[in-house]
């Protein structure tokens, strides 16, 4: 099994920035490609970023081109996402995911394990 803890939600003001990380434990990290997804009251959970297994693959939604990163640390077993700019339509609960298919899907139904999840709100 694979568990995985994201923390570094929290409120900032709109053009603010925050980081969020993933804490994933078990073997299969460096196998597998790692999302993050978010999901808004009353709207339907949507994809953000994903990237390979290996890292050399990453795709963003057009949303937050420019302004998110994702990156990965295998050192750590870690997946974060740089927030920059944030806008207040950014106001989600924020999921890590893991695919152990290796590649960098953009569907949730094709992740395997999920965080708890973390808030992210911006204020305008």
């Known amino acids: 099994q694979v568990q995985l803890v994201e923390s570094g939600g929290g409120l900032v003001q709109a053009g603010g920035s925050l980081r969020l990380s993933c804490a994933a434990s078990?073997?299969?990290?460096?196998?597998?490609?790692m999302g993050w997804f978010r999901q808004a009251p009353g709207k339907e959970r949507e994809y953000v970023a994903v990237i390979s297994w290996n890292g050399l693959t990453t795709y963003y939604a057009d949303s937050v081109k420019g302004r998110f990163a994702i990156s990965r640390d295998y050192a750590n077993n870690g997946v974060y996402l740089q927030m920059n700019s944030l806008k207040p339509e950014d106001t989600a609960v924020y999921y890590c995911?893991?695919?152990?298919?290796?590649?960098?899907?953009?569907?949730?139904?094709?992740?395997?394990?999920w965080g708890q999840g973390t808030q992210v709100t911006v204020s305008s």
């Open positions: 078990g073997r299969t990290f460096s196998r597998s490609a």
């Open positions: 995911a893991s695919d152990r298919s290796g590649t960098a899907p953009t569907k949730s139904q094709d992740y395997d394990y």
